[in-house]
């Protein structure tokens, strides 16, 4: 029964992930879980130490790759900041859409959050649409690879169960 819940918790954090929430998080705090309230259940620490570490980096990469493909794109590191906050509020505000409200509401909120603060800088139309597009572009790269990070951190987890 432990173990249907924990592989309950690994799928509903790989769900989140492409919505972007904090799945890698879910996926962490199940092994822990799992060690802490079964021992020597299959989840050992090295296991859990790896999670924590895979969840770190996932979570870290999304807010890096997208600024840096802001900055990459010609923006600013101001511009880099909109994209990341952008990406955030889009993300929160596109919860009440079923399904892909958020994945949707993160783009777009990447794009807007460095057009806006670009061109607030610059004050120049075709720049702030370059470095807004390099956002997006940053926010979709990091999107896929932590949905990766998380597929490997659910097969760690399987293969320890068994």
């Known amino acids: 029964m432990q173990a249907i819940l924990l592989i309950a918790a690994v799928a509903l954090g790989l769900i ?10 879910v996926i962490f705090a199940g092994a822990l879980c ?5 021992p ?10 790896a999670m924590g570490i895979m969840m770190a980096i996932a979570e870290g990469l999304e807010w890096v ?9 010609g923006g600013s590191r101001r511009a880099g900041w909109g994209a990341v906050i952008g990406g955030m509020i889009g993300a929160f505000l596109g919860v009440p859409v079923p399904v892909v409200g958020s994945i949707v509401g993160a783009f777009v909120g990447a794009f807007v959050g460095a057009f806006v603060f670009e ?9 702030a649409t370059r470095v807004a597009w390099g956002a997006f572009l940053g926010r979709v790269a990091a999107a896929a690879i932590k949905v990766a990070i998380g597929l490997a951190m659910a097969v760690w987890i399987i293969v320890a169960l068994l």
């Open 40 to 49: 020597g259940g299959g989840i050992g620490l090295l296991t859990v130490i």
């Open 65 to 73: 790759l997208t600024a840096r493909f802001t900055r990459r794109y």
């Open 16 to 25: 989140m992930i492409p919505f972007g929430m904090p799945g890698t998080l």
């Open 119 to 127: 061109w607030s800088r610059a004050g120049e139309h075709r720049t």
């Open 34 to 38: 799992y060690h802490l309230l079964v």
